[in-house]
């Protein structure tokens, strides 16, 4: 059961209306075009995930809801017009300054998937660039898989001034950071509805494992520092 065109027609209509009683009449539509798709994607994606850390949940259940949370946003619409789900190797429940995933997100204008936080606390990102500092192991190989491919965004919401002026040039763009997101952000939509999907996805994400390494080893640092 694949992702397909008339799903994205359904997040949009549905975004576009903007209404719970629309959103009622249709939202077998809905389960039928989205979430069942979405749920086999996250079944037949496990053992990729399984591969990278068998400790990561893959919980077809734990699909995003199409409800915006719009206590935090500006933007009080009710509905949201893409769909993502996470895969954490914890079932912690806090939204922010969560643990780092892997992530998986589409929409009407494609869609965008790949390693990171959601919010990286205080203490996270000084554990990662301690170990840039120093560069460590795991630092050198999660710079090395991001360098392999042109196509990987560095999202990590930068520092507008320099903080770090001695470090090298590539150094600094994982050190001047108040976040940290490697993500690929596509419009191939033969590929979002193609039966291979779960499959290309989870080798992209086994292709991603060093900066996930890189991460959970700066989280036992900051493990560490909580406990003295």
């Known amino acids: 059961m694949n992702i397909t065109p008339q799903a994205l027609d359904f997040l949009f209509e549905n975004r576009l209306k903007d209404s719970k009683e629309w959103y009622k009449e249709h939202k077998d539509i809905h389960t039928k075009l989205v979430v069942e798709p979405f749920r086999e994607f996250v079944v037949n994606i496990t053992p990729y995930m399984n591969e990278i850390d068998p400790a990561i949940i893959c919980n077809p259940k734990k699909i995003s809801r199409i409800y915006r949370d719009a206590r935090f946003s500006k933007n009080k619409s009710i509905f949201k ?11 912690r429940k806090e939204l922010y ?14 869609f965008k998937y790949g390693c990171g936080y959601y919010r990286a606390g205080k203490g996270s990102i000084e554990a990662l660039r301690s170990l840039v500092l120093k560069k460590d192991k795991t630092y050198l190989a999660a710079r090395k898989a991001v360098e392999s491919d042109s196509r990987y965004i560095l999202d990590c919401n930068p520092y507008k001034k320099d903080h770090f002026p001695e470090a090298d040039e590539i150094d600094r763009s994982w050190l001047n950071i108040r976040d940290f997101c490697v993500l ?18 989870g080798k992209e994400f086994i292709k991603l494992k060093p900066v996930y390494d890189f991460l959970m080893k700066a989280e036992s640092i900051n493990t560490e520092r909580m406990k003295k």
Do not use: V
């Open 184 to 201: 690929i952000d596509s419009t191939d939509f033969d590929l979002l509805f193609s039966d291979n999907l779960a499959d290309e996805i």
């Open 81 to 91: 017009d893409n769909q993502w789900c996470c895969f954490m190797n914890s079932e």
């Open 97 to 110: 300054e969560g643990l780092p995933s892997f992530f998986f997100d589409f929409s009407p204008r494609g």
